[in-house]
């Protein structure tokens, strides 16, 4: 696998007047798990078509495995699975059709055809509910069905957009977990979404995209990936009455970073993880501070969403 | 050509799913039955004669055919957007519509011949001609190989209509309305004695030129 398995160099498109990019540049290596964040019309779904071969640049470049989408389809969508916006399926159709259809177009042997189908749907959880027609099947379980053929062929690359629209909350945990297993697997996986929460769950690294243009590509956690030596912690705690900066660090450790952002309100910073943070909350108690509760922060990639987006559709 | 056999394998799951390869039944059925009733109702006295009503009542139950696969083939994945899976798989575009287009298209004529044979032998078997009858308007075998050009025209300009209005019941108005003006033509030239072989040859050729317009523009769509 070449080490920049997707590619998109100074990419215009334009529909008439309308400008959906304009100069968007980025490209994801093997293994990487990055979050496409951005409002409404930003042009992220714009993006994912043209990387899987729905759509061309007006001008500038894409590659999917260093091969061109359109002028090399085969070579370049062979270990690739997408789900752009939200395609409708005959109602007449079964699950198991279109999942057998995807794996012998995507060249699977005619022997491993039922298994890699089975595993598809299992991921998503549909595997009782592959022989039903997809007019009988509800909004989430044909979207989950949907992600099954997005994933039949162990794909490489994965490229969704907006995959837990309609599906329900434990539907949309269970695709957050199969992503993030897919993700430790090698998979490479652009996600466009506008939910903030599956961008930080799932990925490493977050592109933002503004009127077409793309105004940010960072880590997903700053906090961790400033860390040395391991991830770091960020808790929130919360006490009855005021504490000072000295009496919390003093409870806490020498080892722990610690802030106050209000009179009752303070921050604990540290290396580690479970173990680590009930440690220190235990010592925290032992001390005599009048502990209310102790929770994570409020999620910091939505305030940079907010800064390099705007306020328009915040999620 | 991978392509090709795969996407007609899928074209046959879909025309079995949906139950649509039993209209490959109506032409083989119910022409050659519905031509003979007519023939018998009728009295037609010359079963030359009875072989062209058989064949024009065939040419309009397999137009119908033709039609109704072609623009669902073209038009369905284009009006319900399940081409954004579908153009997102490793394959030629063009390829892949050509496999679903040859099953429905080469079903829809091979549904046709069977029932010409059908309508041949049921008006041989039931009407003696008389030898007072009057010749038959049209050669039998002219009008059964004039009807594959017929059907092909129809198709082709379904295929074609399907790209451009990515709607698979606009595709089949634009084709009954090619068939009627079609149909119109034809009679025209047959009641002024100019109804020549050429006819269905340039229907076809139109066809043709229609198919392959359509897979071409199919390998261009931007979703």
């Given amino acids: 696998m070449p080490s920049e398995v997707l590619r998109v160099d100074r990419v215009w498109k334009r529909f008439g007047e309308l400008e959906a990019l304009r100069d968007v540049t980025f490209s994801l290596r ?30 500038g470049s894409v590659r999917v495995q260093g091969f061109d989408p359109v002028q090399d389809r085969t070579r370049a969508l062979r270990r690739l699975g997408a789900l752009v916006e939200t395609p409708g399926v005959p109602s007449y159709l079964r699950g198991s059709d279109l999942l057998e259809y995807v794996a012998r177009v995507k060249g699977v042997p005619a022997g491993e055809r039922r298994s890699a189908v089975r595993r598809g749907a299992e991921a998503m959880n549909v595997a009782e509910h592959v022989g039903r027609p997809f007019g009988s099947l509800s909004t989430g379980l044909a979207r989950r069905m949907l992600l099954a053929a997005a994933l039949v062929g162990e794909p490489e690359v994965l490229l969704l957009d907006e995959p837990t629209l309609g599906l329900d909350p434990a539907a949309r945990h269970d695709l957050r977990i199969v992503l993030r297993n ?72 020498n080892e722990i970073d610690v802030t106050i952002d209000e009179p009752r309100t303070g921050t604990l910073r540290f290396a580690g993880g479970d173990v680590e943070q009930a440690a220190v909350l235990d010592r925290v108690v032992r ?19 907010l800064e390099r987006v705007g306020r328009e559709d915040v999620p | 050509m991978a392509s090709l056999i795969q996407n007609a394998q899928w074209e046959v799951t879909r025309l079995r799913r949906s139950r649509r390869i039993w209209l490959f039944l109506i032409p083989i059925v119910a ?68 496999g679903r287009l040859a099953v429905v298209v080469t079903g829809g004529l091979a549904s046709y011949g069977m029932g010409a044979v059908g309508v041949a032998g049921l008006a041989n078997a039931l009407i003696t001609t008389s030898s007072t009858a009057p010749a038959p308007i049209l050669m039998p075998a002219h009008l059964a190989l004039g009807i594959v050009g017929l059907l092909i025209f129809l198709g082709g300009v379904t295929a074609a209509a399907g790209i451009v209005t990515r709607s698979a019941s606009q595709a089949l108005v634009a084709g009954v309305l090619a068939g009627v003006v079609s149909a119109g033509i ?24 229609g198919f392959v317009w359509c897979l071409l523009q199919y390998g261009w769509i931007e979703s």
């Fill in chain 1, 30 to 59: 093997g293994g990487e798990s990055v979050g496409y964040l951005g409002p409404n019309g930003a042009g992220k779904t714009t993006t994912l078509k043209l990387l899987a071969g729905l759509s061309r640049p007006t001008q």
């Fill in chain 1, 287 to 305: 001390a005599g501070l009048p502990l209310v509760s102790a929770a994570a922060p409020e999620p910091e990639l939505a305030r940079r969403y």
């Fill in chain 2, 31 to 98: 022409g050659p039955t519905g031509s003979a009733i007519a023939d018998l109702y009728l009295g037609v006295n010359s079963a030359g004669t009875a072989e062209v009503l058989g064949l024009l009542i065939l040419a309009g139950l397999s137009s119908l055919v033709v039609l109704d696969l072609t623009a669902l083939a073209v038009g369905e994945d284009l009006a319900l957007r399940t081409h954004y899976l579908t153009f997102a798989l490793p394959q030629s575009r063009g390829a892949a519509l050509a």
């Fill in chain 1, 182 to 253: 897919l993700a430790r697997e090698g998979l490479t996986l652009l996600l466009s979404t506008h939910l903030i929460e599956d961008v930080q769950e799932v990925c490493g690294r977050v592109l933002f995209l503004r009127n077409g243009v793309l105004v940010g590509d960072e880590p997903v956690n700053l906090e961790s990936s400033a860390g040395a030596g391991g991830a770091r912690r960020v808790v929130r705690v919360r006490f009855a009455s005021d504490i000072t900066v000295e009496s919390l660090a003093r409870a806490a450790g």
């Fill in chain 2, 186 to 209: 034809g009679s025209m030239l047959l009641v002024e004695g100019q109804l020549t072989p050429l006819f269905p040859g340039v229907l076809a050729a139109v066809g043709l030129m």
